[in-house]
T-cell receptor, first 112, second 111 residues
Framework: EAGVAQSPRYKIIEKRQSVAFWCNPISGHATLYWYQQILGQGPKLLIQFQNNGVVDDSQLPKDRFSAERLKGVDSTLKIQPAKLEDSAVYLCASSPRAYGYTFGSGTRLTVV | DQQVKQNSPSLSVQEGRISILNCDYT??????FLWYKKYPAEGPTFLISISSIKDKNEDGRFTVFLNKSAKHLSLHIVPSQPGDSAVYFC??????????FGTGTSLTVIP
């Protein structure tokens, strides 16, 4: 089966600019997650969708981050405006159930 | 608050020997645990899991041990191979809620 697709793979932006990431989960996977992984740390959950509804966004910095899941399939994560500390790898994952999900390759964001 | 901890940031092991990666957690409600492997420039890939009703799960060269009283789990790789060189994350979940990840251990298997 095809994996979780993410784009772009890399992005460099200046602080205060906007950026958007895209994720296409595995077909049929109802649950979709966005994680932020800062260098040297484990992935941190930003937001969890069940179909097109938000299950958990308690760790999403809502003043600058937003996410949506269109028709319960693809998802976009946006940062506006970006800060230097947003430099990280943004990972998308999907799961057909609560356990054992599949990660995409991630988008490496560098804010300069 | 780091609920899942991997206290060894790196580990080097000779090819053919056993690699032991350790993970500690603080939340006694965690009932499901995963190990992920991550190569550079790739997303984490699922390796092996264990639920709290078991104390051991084995899959080929990989075995995960769970000690609930000590809130400790470990991943054993036997024998270690150079292709196992990667960063290994443990993760824990309570009742199917979000997973909490450790900070990872970078394993280097020396040929």
């Amino acid at each position: 089966e095809a994996g979780v697709a993410q784009s772009p793979r890399y992005k460099i932006i200046e602080k205060r600019q906007s950026v958007a990431f895209w994720c296409n989960p595995i077909s049929g996977h109802a649950t979709l997650y966005w994680y932020q992984q800062i260098l040297g740390q484990g992935p941190k959950l930003l937001i969890q969708f069940q179909n097109n509804g938000v299950v958990d966004d308690s760790q999403l910095p809502k003043d600058r981050f937003s996410a949506e899941r269109l028709k319960g399939v693809d998802s976009t994560l946006k940062i506006q405006p970006a800060k230097l500390e947003d430099s990280a790898v943004y990972l998308c994952a999907s799961s057909p159930r609560a356990y054992g999900y599949t990660f995409g390759s991630g988008t490496r964001l560098t804010v300069v | 608050d780091q609920q899942v901890k991997q206290n060894s940031p790196s580990l080097s092991v000779q090819e053919g020997r056993i690699s032991i990666l350790n993970c500690d957690y603080t939340n006694s409600m965690f009932d499901y645990f995963l190990w992920y492997k991550k190569y550079p420039a790739e997303g984490p890939t699922f390796l092996i899991s264990i639920s709290s009703i078991k104390d051991k799960n084995e899959d080929g060269r990989f075995t995960v041990f769970l000690n609930k009283s000590a809130k400790h789990l470990s991943l054993h790789i036997v024998p270690s191979q150079p292709g196992d060189s990667a960063v290994y994350f443990c993760a824990a979940s309570a009742y199917g809620n979000q997973f909490y990840f450790g900070t990872g251990t970078s394993l280097t298997v020396i040929p």
